[in-house]
């Protein structure tokens, strides 16, 4: 089959890849049929992970049941299905509490699996035509019978349950105040998220006009960082108060505010501390990673970051981060897109064959207008 295949880093190729096939009683094979491009990837993509050459991308998965394992009950060849990022096993204590982001089975020696993504396990990504699914029954979600809401069904991967995530792990309420930093897809999620909570303002910084007009069009108050400290332009607004939450949807490859457009990893932590009230919470859906190639210091190489830890303190704020447990929350998602009540492929700009995802990386990486989020369609 074809797969998309990392090189190195601004390498990736379509290959031809053997086909997968059930390995476990508990496997399916899937064929897909819309897999996208996440910013997650392009952390690996740009060499800045620990990611070796080989590893076939793609943990944002959906398609159609091929095979089914003998051990599998609940899935049958033929279903309609979406996948979340992570891998779970359904029975290991984190499985169990809902901590499906941080299995302790399916990656042994690490807690947390997912498909096609570095320190993640030996599972395959399905940016592919096919895609071995382990613990089917578990880890499958089930879609309607017809082919409508493709796209929006896509967001439920990763991009909508993180983005929902975001607005949990900073408990967001009816009529609270948020300001989410970053508008690339997670942060226009973690945006949408918050107005389906019942956020009363969000405001949502980047410094990219169609993804800011993005955030605009969704009810949200843009604000772009180019022009100024964020934090300021908001409590400038709000005549001196800040906001009650805040998200960092952007992570350790955050831009500073010079002109040079250079990486300043702590730059949006910071500025949540600093913009976010007293007694407020902080989101982190972000990535942050333990190991960093391509970092310009010896402690950010190794994850680590000066924060105003006093001024956290000082305010009491607290903070969550870490993987989505998407499990938590994609049938829920799920039936309010049935519903008709959401609508997250307003996101999706770019719908390409899977052959083309090389160009398509590079763009999407260089945030060219019309790459916020990009799905691939194997022809398979
Ligand atoms: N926690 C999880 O499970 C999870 C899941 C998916 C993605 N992520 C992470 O979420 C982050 C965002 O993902 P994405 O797909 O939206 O990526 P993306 O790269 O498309 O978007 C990031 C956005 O942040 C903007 N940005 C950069 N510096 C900024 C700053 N200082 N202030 C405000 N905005 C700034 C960029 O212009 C860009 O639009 C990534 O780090 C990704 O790895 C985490
Ligand atoms: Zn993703
Ligand atoms: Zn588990």
């Known amino acids: 089959m074809k797969a998309v295949v990392y090189e190195g880093p601004y390498d990736i190729r379509v290959e031809d890849v053997d086909d997968p096939a059930i390995e476990q009683p508990t496997d399916v094979i899937v064929r897909i049929t819309s897999t996208c491009i996440c910013g997650s990837d392009l952390h690996m993509y740009e060499g800045r992970t620990d990611a070796q050459a080989g590893l076939v991308f793609g943990h944002e998965n959906q398609g159609v049941v091929e095979e089914v394992g003998s051990g599998v009950q609940r899935v049958k060849k033929g279903d309609r299905v979406n996948m979340p990022f992570n891998i779970g096993c359904g029975f290991c204590f984190n499985c169990e509490r809902g901590w499906t982001g941080f299995c302790l089975s399916v990656n042994p020696g690490f807690a947390g699996g997912a498909y096609g993504y570095v320190n993640m396990g030996p599972y395959r990504g399905g940016q592919a035509e096919y895609l071995r699914v382990p613990y089917a029954d578990f880890n499958c979600l089930e879609l309607p019978d017809d082919e409508d809401h493709e796209h929006d069904f896509a967001m439920l991967c990763d991009i909508f349950p993180t983005g929902y995530h975001g607005a949990e792990l900073a408990e967001v309420g009816m009529g609270e105040t948020v300001a989410v930093f970053g508008a690339g897809p997670v942060g ?6 918050c107005l389906i909570k019942g956020a009363s303002v969000v405001y949502v910084i980047d410094q990219i006009p169609d993804r800011l007009k993005m955030a605009e069009d969704m009810g949200c108050v843009p604000i772009d960082f180019s022009k100024g400290d964020p934090a300021d332009q908001i409590t400038d ?5 800040g906001v009650m939450k805040s998200i960092d949807a952007v992570g350790y490859q955050a831009i500073g505010s010079g002109e040079d457009g250079e990486e300043e990893p702590n730059v949006v932590l910071e ?5 976010t009230n007293p007694t407020g919470k902080i989101g982190i859906p972000g990535l942050y990673v333990p190991s960093d190639p391509g970092a310009s210091d010896p402690h950010a190489s190794q994850g680590m970051f000066p924060i105003s830890f006093g001024k ?4 009491g704020l607290s903070l969550g981060t ?3 447990n998407v499990k938590r929350y ?13 609508e997250p492929s307003l996101v999706v700009s770019k719908e390409v064959p899977l052959e083309e995802a090389p160009e398509a990386y ?7 207008e019309g790459y916020t989020k990009v799905v691939l ?4």
């Open 188 to 193: 226009l999620m973690s945006a949408y998220a």
């Open 237 to 241: 607004m709000r005549k001196g108060d």
């Open 271 to 275: 500025g949540c501390i600093k913009v």
């Open 312 to 315: 956290l303190f000082e305010k």
């Open 322 to 324: 870490g993987q989505t």
């Open 330 to 342: 994609n049938r829920f998602l799920r039936d309010l897109i049935v519903a008709g009540r959401v």
């Open 362 to 368: 590079e763009r999407f990486d260089n945030r060219e």
């Open 377 to 380: 369609k194997p022809a398979a």
